[in-house]
């Protein structure tokens, strides 16, 4: 099965070997993180598969591994995806969105891998893999642009920490290529895959148009003091009794205020609350920073929040 691989002059029969005994997560499977779970389930790598959310429509064309008829039925991408995956290798698939309180989930993989489209599971990867040593790598795809980037001594809140989440373009807004972040994906795959068989791996950030770009990372709160305050967070989504509307406690900041303004039709705007409703589900937000949804279930209270806000 895998005789193009051996035949290749990188790699040989004792990679594929090293392969096998791997274990990888792939947080996140939308237009990158199923992409890339594919490629390393091809491989032979075992899984661990998280996923928050349920399929739409959009997902067919985004992703290699979803069909129309799982998109109708709204499986969820976890559930989706270790039926297409099992095929290949050994999968443990978790309907799950990656937080503070089962980020002990990722123990004892050989890697993280980032498929989010989201900047606060970013940051707490990047934390959990400083503490327990675990390497990451980030991707991201948006527009016609895709990033990949290795993480095991530089840190991502070195580089990302003064980025203000609301002020990030989102897929949902900005639409992304399919091949573009197909690309991006087979990026972080290549990198996962020499990683993981002994190579070693540039901590450059890559495009997929091809460009390298050295990154510095001087030490921060996170990397240099050990001060991981995102672990240690209770953020948390909870229901807000029987009105099929969550309760997020996050601050999106002006800029993501301002983003709900654009894109939808305000309803209040005043000191205490800024209501907009959003494609016929309506939004809140306080001026604590918390923020009420309008969602079916908490998976698509946190996409909804991640895909018009960024965060
Ligand atoms: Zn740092």
Known sequence: MYSRFTALTDFEEKDLEKLRNCKVAVVGLGATGSVIAEHLARHGINLLILDRDYLEENDVYSSNIYTPEDCQDSIPKAVAA??????????????????????????????????????????????????????????????????????????????????????????????????????????????????????????????????????????????????????GSSRKTVAVCGENKYQLDTDIGAEGREKIREQGKVLSDNEYVLRSNINGKEISVFSSGRIIVEANDKGHAESFVSETIGV
């Open 82 to 231: 270790e039926k297409y995956l099992e095929k290949f290798t050994g999968i443990d698939s978790r309907v799950a969105s990656l937080n503070p309180e089962n980020v002990d989930l990722l123990d004892g993989t050989d890697l993280i891998i980032d498929g989010t489209d989201n900047l606060e599971t970013r940051f707490l990867i990047n934390e959990f893999s400083k503490k327990e040593e675990i390497p990451w790598i980030y991707t991201a795809a948006i527009g016609e642009k895709g990033y990949s980037m290795f993480f095991k001594e530089k840190c991502f809140n070195c580089v990302f920490d003064d980025i203000n989440a609301g002020s990030l373009e989102t897929c949902e807004v900005a639409g992304v290529l399919r091949e573009s972040s197909t690309a991006a994906a087979s990026i972080t795959s290549t990198k996962a895959v020499k990683h993981l068989t002994g190579q070693t791996v540039e901590e450059t950030l890559d495009t997929v148009e091809g460009d390298s770009f050295q990154v510095v990372s001087s030490g921060c709160d996170v990397c240099r003091d050990g001060s991981y305050s995102r672990l």
